[in-house]
T-cell receptor
Framework: DAKTTQPPSMDCAEGRAANLPCNHS???????VYWYRQIHSQGPQYIIH???NNETNEMASLIITEDRKSSTLILPHATLRDTAVYYC??????????????FGKGTRLHILP | ETGVTQTPRHLVMGMTNKKSLKCEQH?????MYWYKQSAKKPLELMFV???????ENNSVPSRFSPECPNSSHLFLHLHTLQPEDSALYLC?????????????FGPGTRLTVL
């Protein structure tokens, strides 16, 4: 089972900031939060990841709460090309100390013109 | 372009056919993965290879047979598939299996089993 909870869908106006929430209340101290997105009929695309500190790259910003139980992905100026399913993923440590990536259902983000 | 290519992009096969999916990564990575994405279901990890050695098989039926001849290439051999195996098959690679290794995905092969 995925260890994250995301809203199934969200709308955002073009040009505005899109803020996608994710709950991961059972996250462990050494688990990272990753965000991927999948545009229709394409492979998932890596966006950003973080452990404790907030992170920013050319695509997005990741805000992680101090208790690490939730995070928010921010797309600062959403465009129509940002319409996709966004996956928030917490790395799970497997039985052989090999971590797994488990994708949940994600948030379907619609950017409205 | 993510540096991971997959061929073919689309494949239609009968239940008695044998076919293979190919994945190639140009990123110098050492870990490669096969995922299955069925309609309206989350992405499912199938196989993991790390330095050409299979490290994970998530209870995948034997009609799916992976092969990793080197760190840059990964194959998925298919035989006697069922219609419910129709899905998008995604390949990914990462630097090495371990914590915080970012996975880069290919575009996928859309498989239809008749």
């Amino acid at each position: 089972d995925a260890k994250t909870t995301q809203p199934p869908s969200m709308d955002c106006a073009e040009g505005r900031a899109a803020n996608l929430p994710c709950n991961h209340s059972t996250i462990s101290g050494n688990e990272y939060v990753y965000w991927y997105r999948q545009i229709h009929s394409q492979g998932p695309q890596y966006i950003i990841h973080g452990l404790k500190n907030n992170e920013t790259n050319e695509m997005a910003s990741l805000i992680i709460t101090e208790d690490r139980k939730s995070s928010t992905l921010i797309l600062p100026h959403a465009t129509l090309r940002d319409t996709a399913v966004y996956y928030c993923i917490v790395r799970v440590e497997g039985t052989n100390r090999d971590d797994k990536i488990i994708f949940g259902k994600g948030t379907r983000l619609h950017i409205l013109p | 372009e993510t540096g991971v290519t997959q061929t073919p992009r689309h494949l239609v096969m009968g239940m008695t056919n044998k076919k293979s999916l190919k994945c190639e990564q140009h990123l110098g990575h050492n870990a490669m993965y096969w995922y299955k994405q069925s309609a309206k279901k989350p992405l499912e990890l199938m196989f993991v290879y790390n330095f050409k050695e299979q490290t994970e098989n998530n209870s995948v039926p034997s009609r799916f047979s992976p092969e990793c001849p080197n760190s840059s290439h990964l194959f998925l051999h298919l035989h006697t598939l069922q219609p419910e195996d129709s899905a998008l098959y995604l390949c990914a690679s990462s630097q090495e299996r371990g914590v915080a290794d970012t996975q880069y995905f290919g575009p996928g092969t859309r498989l239809t089993v008749l």
